[in-house]
């Protein structure tokens, strides 16, 4: 498919596929509403179920890319949790979110589809210029302008000096799990994703290769927890300390560890 065919299609899978999708009760003074950046789903679930069966305390959660997180956040005027890149977060506009709770470094996989002949020998940005050097294999990424690891994507590419060579065969969608889909139903060979996808989805891929931050690469991703200050949304703020409690428990460390991060 040509670029901009695939740009298209990407770019319209995405808006039909990446509204925030609300999970759990619905809002009242004993829950608490979680908004995160769509690459995170798979540990943050595990998290709010521990959470609830630890305290009792429900807990509503919405996914999507950032920008669409933030757009939603405004709208609604609250938001007790939200998890992405400390980066974005600081420079989204409208948001009261001055708590922030480290969760730990992002980093960023290039993963490639079951049965893919071939496999590069080196690890890292090595094995994933090999990867990617090989003509013919189509490379799926988020979008750069809504979602950290698309951005992260960009970066790296540009870093690596193959960017302009890969626009005939990228397709650019919104989310992680869009790209991990591709992957995993074989629609496409390579993908960049987190490394908590490529982990959670390991089962389904062919492998991945994670990628460090860092000079000639993308710049370093810190994953945070923002919640407003002490005194905001009043109603929620016991049972956002018991979450901050809980997240630095070894439970929710663990968990965390397990996911990548």
């Known amino acids: 498919m040509e670029r901009r065919q695939w740009l298209t299609a990407g770019l319209a899978w995405a808006a039909l596929s990446t509204v925030p999708l609300r999970v759990g009760a619905q809002s009242d003074s004993a829950t608490l509403l979680l908004m995160a950046g769509a690459g995170y789903r798979r540990p943050l679930e595990a998290l709010c179920q521990a959470f609830t069966q630890e305290t009792g305390i429900a807990v509503e959660r919405s996914y999507g890319n950032l920008q669409q997180v933030f757009a939603q956040a405004r709208a609604s005027g609250r938001v007790d949790v939200l998890v992405g890149d400390a980066d974005f977060i ?155 409690r809980f997240l630095s428990a070894p439970k929710a460390q663990e968990l965390l560890r397990r996911a990548g991060l």
Do not use: C
């Open 90 to 244: 600081r420079k989204a506009e409208g948001l009261n979110l001055s708590q922030r709770l480290p969760l730990g470094q992002g980093v960023m996989a290039l993963a490639w589809r079951r049965d893919l002949p071939g496999q590069p020998e080196p690890s890292g940005s090595a094995g994933a210029r090999a990867w990617l050097e090989v003509a013919g294999l189509s490379v799926a990424m988020p979008h750069p302008q809504q979602a950290i690891y698309g951005l992260a994507a960009q970066q790296w590419l540009q870093a690596q000096g193959l960017w302009e060579g890969l626009q005939p065969r990228l397709k650019i969608v919104g989310t992680v799990p869009q790209v991990s889909a591709y992957l995993t139903s074989g629609q496409v060979d390579l993908g960049f994703v987190n490394l908590t996808e490529a982990l959670g989805a390991q089962a389904q891929l062919g492998g991945f290769l994670p990628l460090p931050a860092g000079e000639g690469s993308y710049r370093p991703i810190e994953i945070v927890a923002a919640m407003p200050a002490p005194g905001a949304h009043p109603q929620t703020q016991a049972a956002r300390e018991r979450w901050t």
